[in-house]
């Protein structure tokens, strides 16, 4: 705990400043952010840092695997909906990203033989949930013989996999009838710090941002 407590008090005594106005205007007029980002709860993993956002800016959803389960899905498997109704209905967010990542345990455990512990069966009826995802991983995937490049497709598939099945919100569908809503399918590389961002056009995810490699 130590270093959490130092971080507050370096925050209280040498940050805090700088946000003073804008948690004020945060605390007086309601948060507004303009995104949903849904992504792992990794800890190498973090959206704010990665974009740079500010407080206010984004609405965070972390969960193990950055698994977007079906509306159908309910109980103790559903609390992200909970969270993407609020984002999509009451915030009115402009955008969702589903941010996958490389080296993420929970796709390494659905790709094992051995997924989870006797003793986990919650993490164990949450990792399901991203089941057909690592399906179309050996249906379409067979010929890679790398288990790195195997466990980044599959990654790369829970993404789409997520996006997919937020069109089964029906406050989802309204909002991308009427065209207020967007939805975007990203990832993110560890060692690079790169984003990768989904092209329907391509079928495949490039660079977000181009690189110049001075800073890798």
């Not at 959490?4 to 005594?13: A, D, P, S, T």
């Not at 805090?16 to 792992?40: A, V, W």
């Not at 990203?97 to 949450?126: E, F, N, Y």
């Not at 967007?182 to 790169?194: G, P, V």
Request: charged content about 20%; overall charge negative.
């Amino acid at each position: 705990m130590e270093p959490l407590i130092e971080g507050v008090h370096k925050f209280r005594n040498a940050e805090f400043g700088n946000y003073r106005k804008l948690f004020r205007k945060l605390s007086q007029e309601g948060q507004s952010p303009h995104t949903l980002f849904i992504t792992c709860s990794d800890s190498r993993v973090l959206a704010e840092l990665i974009t740079q956002s500010k407080p206010g800016d984004l609405f965070v959803v972390k969960n193990v695997g950055n698994i977007v389960p079906p509306a159908s899905a309910k109980g103790d498997t559903n609390s992200t909906a909970a969270a993407i109704e609020f984002a999509v209905s009451t915030l009115k967010v402009n955008d969702i990203v589903i941010c996958g990542h490389s080296q993420c345990g929970a796709i390494g455990a659905l790709l094992s033989k051995d997924p989870v512990s006797p003793c986990t069966p919650h993490l164990r009826d949450w990792l399901n949930l991203a089941a057909p995802a690592v399906e179309t991983i050996k249906r379409q995937y067979a010929h890679l013989s790398d288990p790195n490049a195997q466990a980044t497709a599959a990654a790369e598939e829970n993404v789409l996999f997520g996006l997919e099945n937020l069109h089964s919100y029906p406050c989802v569908q309204e909002r991308l009838s009427n065209g207020s809503l967007r939805l975007h399918a990203w990832f993110f590389k560890i060692a690079t710090a790169e984003l990768f961002a989904y092209s329907p056009e391509t079928h495949r995810f490039a660079p977000l941002v181009e690189s110049d490699g001075s800073n890798i």
